[in-house]
């Protein structure tokens, strides 16, 4: 309890100074100290603070539906209408963008496609369906954006990239990435949700060029790609959040080494027998050696 520890400190810091760092008011201080707040008002301040940590990590983009997702992956209990009542309370809402009027910008429409994958997550062959998202990693030179394309069969991340701004183009090279290193001999479903990275006309184009066919989250529902949702929450959990980067640079090569030394080869996976991704295909293809 911050107020808490201001009491119990008065004897050696000013008031004022332990409010500053704590980010409280004085005057919210004074007046705990007249009534301390109820055990209920304590727990609203303690999740509000996680939820303000996760909306911070994600780059104040999330709404209240994957925070309750990141906040139920902490090992917290409560529901989206508990999270929904504190985000709002605390001025926290998701990046929406400016409105246009309709008819003043000319540029194409998005390309959009029906949701074929339809949260049919589990899948019996490798480069069968891929599923691929963006996230937004803090530094103090400013935000990194990571693209990952994911196979489903054993959630290994086939293809990466780290951008320092969100466009078309970081999507696009984590695919190719992903089409160099595995070398599909079929088709392959690639699911994604409707930003406008993966509704561009460049990112069709590259789908037909390269025999993928396109898959998208219904709009809002962040459960339709619930896989790569899960995978950045692993990712902020186990390594981001125990970080501060300096730099763009310092970031990338920590992300770059969670992705290829620890979570392709050696991170345990429940939805592979507790085999890291790289065991469950080596051992899937001694499997199809040997004929079983």
Partial sequence: MKYGFIKDHRSTFSVHAMCRVLMLHVSGFYAWLKEPLSLRAQEDLRQTALIRQAWTDCGKVYG??????????????????RVARLAGLAGI????????RPGRYGGKPAVTVENTLDRQFEVGAPDTVWVTDITYIKTLEGWLYLAVVIDLFSRRV??????????????????????????PKHRVMIHSDQGSQFTSREWQSFLRQHNLDASMSRRGNCHDNAVAESFFQLLKRERIRRRTYPTRAAARQD?????????????KHTNNGLLSPVDFETRQQKLNVAGV
């Avoid at 209240?64 to 209408?81: A, F, I, M, P, V």
């Avoid at 992300?255 to 991170?267: A, G, L, Q, S």
Wanted: aromatic residues 12%; charged residues 30%.
């Fill in 158 to 183: 086939v293809g990466w990239s780290m951008q320092s701004r969100i466009t078309t183009d970081l999507a696009l090279q984590a695919l190719l990435m992903a089409v160099w290193r595995r070398k």
């Fill in 255 to 267: 992300v770059f080494h969670y992705i290829e030394m620890f979570y392709n080869p050696k991170r």
């Fill in 93 to 100: 809402a998701a990046q929406i963008g400016y409105k246009r």
């Fill in 64 to 81: 209240y539906r994957k925070l309750h997702d990141d906040l139920r992956d902490q090992g917290e209990t409560c529901s989206e209408n």
